[in-house]
């Protein structure tokens, strides 16, 4: 794209800044999808703690990248006000509001990551064997107060579920939840001419 002015120069600076965060995170979610499945893959409680590390620090990536994208959409939307005409000025917040949607998306992928990341730390390895225990148990438990726990960012997790069921769950969450990225991502796209048209 050949930028003609300042403002237009300042505008796609900021826009090419949001968008290399989506696409880079889209590679980052993709290998942190792939970790997950394979969390409990290994019996070898090494190669386990190895990838819970791995979980943690792409959970650490994905998140301070969603918030540089951010910023630098923040910084659109504030350049966005000083657009020559009233047409672009809308063409390029509707581009903004869209790399908003899409990067507050890929943050919400980062708290299921970190989710997952969460539980492995919180509970020692559980087998299926466990897992069925716990649940024979709760079924013949009186009322009253279950072996149950809430996580913040997390629904109700039954202790003694084994670690391969909370990895896929949670890795299938994430599978859902690209696909809603990649709408909003392709609602970016189709934005991009229109906001800068004018340039």
Not at 68 to 80: D, F, H, I, N, W
Not at 88 to 113: F, M, S, T, Y
Not at 114 to 133: C, F, K, M, T, V
Request: contains cysteine.
């Amino acid at each position: 794209m050949r930028v003609t002015t300042p403002f237009c120069k300042a505008a796609v600076t900021h826009a090419l800044a949001g968008i290399t965060v989506l696409l880079e995170n889209d590679d980052r979610i993709g290998a942190t999808e792939r970790t997950m499945r394979q969390v409990d893959a290994d019996p070898n409680p090494i190669v386990r703690f190895s990838r819970w590390q791995e979980l943690n620090r792409e959970y650490a990536e994905l998140r301070t990248a969603a918030a540089s994208g951010k910023a630098a959409v923040r910084r659109l939307k504030a350049e966005a006000a000083g657009a020559p005409g009233d047409d672009q000025r809308e063409a390029l917040r509707a581009l903004a509001n869209a790399l908003d949607g899409a990067l507050a998306r890929q943050n919400k992928i980062g708290d299921v990551v970190g989710r997952l990341a969460q539980y492995i730390d919180n509970h020692p390895p559980a087998d299926e064997a466990s897992g069925e225990r716990a649940q024979f148990e709760r079924i013949i438990a009186p009322p009253g107060p279950r072996a149950e726990f809430t996580l913040r960012t997390a629904g109700t997790v039954f202790v003694g579920e084994p670690l391969a069921t909370v990895a896929k769950r949670d890795a299938d969450e994430v599978v859902d939840r690209k696909d809603e990225v990649a709408r909003d991502e392709n609602d970016a796209a189709a934005r991009i001419d229109p906001a800068f048209n004018g340039c």
